[in-house]
């Protein structure tokens, strides 16, 4: 939610504020368009990949705090972005990089931002401000810049606080595509017929996603956020992916009804963030919202299945209330039995969810993350080997929904 104006120019005030619902203000110098923008204060502990952070569109109605200190050294180019735009609200960092020093680089950060309207913010102790989103938990906050930053704090605050809350926004809506594509695996350095087609739904899906999917030999129809049971048998999918995206869970009633004709039509099914909190509403488990979330390249994830600890990349404020242990029966009990696969090792919150009767599951975090660790790349390798022994079976692609369950 922003209003923000085109650079400013050489001898104008260049004074903003970062105003945090609970009243603080942290006094810096504008980064980016100036003006106002209002959102969710979250912080991410990424050393790298900030262009990555910027398009991804789960970012939607955020403030971003960078924990690392130095940002934009390496400028922004066409090839690394996740989405075709940023997404995010506002931008806080420490020490902005003067100039861009990489050999990829086609412009700079400052000039990105400017170019998009993303309103920023430089010169704040971002150390301390993340402590204090860590103490208190996400809050609502305002960047104001240029003009807007000589208006008295008193009513900056008050605009802070008239903002809406993160809980209860539905924002997959506002981030999808328009309409559907394909991606093809020939574009993608396979060779020879696609081994499968899958059917995913676009709630804030990265670049990366279609990509890795394409390049394992699967044929990738996406479709907007908005698309039904009934558009998802039209591309005769052996398989359906519901990707990441923004908001709260709580407000995905259409998808979790998509999802669960999905999952009575027996299709395999594999989701990654928004769509695992999905996947945890259609069996039947409530969702919450976390204190200050998980956003980084850096979270420790324990695999139930191998006894490993993977290193993960991480962009969530909600979670799926399941509980870690033993399998259990699904509160939708026509889903049979499920487990929660993967758990944090730093707060225990549920990463990921797996039926043990049906060919589904999912996970929280991002394998598919750039830049990021690869530690989980082969849940692609799994979905892909559901689909290809669904084939080899004779099964129907978008078969007609079944009361009867089918071995995952």
Request: glycine content about 10%.
């Amino acid at each position: 939610m922003s209003t923000p104006t085109p650079g400013t120019a050489a001898g104008t005030d260049d004074r903003a504020l970062l105003v945090l619902e609970d009243g603080s203000v942290h006094r810096g110098r504008a980064y980016g368009a100036r003006g106002t923008t209002l959102g969710e204060a979250v912080f991410t502990t990424g050393m790298t990949g900030y262009q990555e952070t910027l398009t991804d569109p789960s970012y939607a109605r955020q403030i971003v705090v960078q924990t690392a200190p130095h940002i934009g050294n390496t400028g922004v180019n066409d090839e690394d972005r996740e989405s075709r735009a940023m997404w995010v609200a506002g931008y806080v960092v420490r020490d902005a990089a003067r100039r861009p020093s990489n050999w990829r680089a086609e412009r700079s950060l400052d000039e990105e931002l400017t170019a998009q309207g993303i309103v920023g913010i430089q010169g704040v102790d971002t150390r301390a401000i993340t402590r204090l989103l860590r103490s208190s938990g996400a809050m609502r906050a305002g960047i104001f810049s240029g003009a807007d930053a000589q208006r008295p704090e008193a009513e900056l605050l008050a605009e802070v606080r008239a903002a809406p809350a993160m809980e209860g926004a539905c924002l997959a809506e506002t981030v999808t595509a328009e309409s559907g594509y394909v991606v093809e695996p020939a574009d993608h350095g396979w060779e020879g017929e696609p081994i499968a087609t899958v059917a995913a739904l676009d709630l804030g899906i990265k670049a990366a996603t279609p990509r890795h999917l394409a390049a394992r030999g699967i044929r990738v129809h996406v479709l907007p956020a908005t698309a039904g049971f009934a558009e998802i048998q039209a591309v005769e999918p052996d398989g359906v992916f519901l990707s990441n995206g923004p908001g709260d869970p709580a407000t995905a009633d259409a998808q979790v009804e998509t999802l669960r004709r999905v999952l009575d039509a027996e299709l395999p099914y594999f989701g990654i963030c928004f769509g695992n909190q999905i996947f945890g509403r259609a069996l039947g488990f409530g969702t919450y919202k976390l204190p200050f979330g998980h956003r980084g390249p850096n979270q420790p994830v324990m695999d139930k299945a191998t006894g490993r600890v993977e290193i993960t990349s991480q962009n969530h404020g909600f979670a799926v209330d399941a509980p870690i242990g033993e399998v259990v029966q699904a509160p939708e009990a026509r889903y049979g039995r499920v487990e929660v696969s993967h758990w944090s090792l730093n707060d225990d919150v549920v990463e990921g969810l797996r039926l043990v009767d049906r060919p589904a599951f999912s996970v929280q975090f991002h394998p598919e993350a750039a830049a990021g660790p690869h530690d989980s790349l082969g849940l692609f390798d799994r979905f892909a080997a559901m689909l290809a022994e669904r084939r080899s079976a004779g099964a129907p692609a978008a078969a007609t929904p079944s009361a009867t369950p089918e071995g995952a």
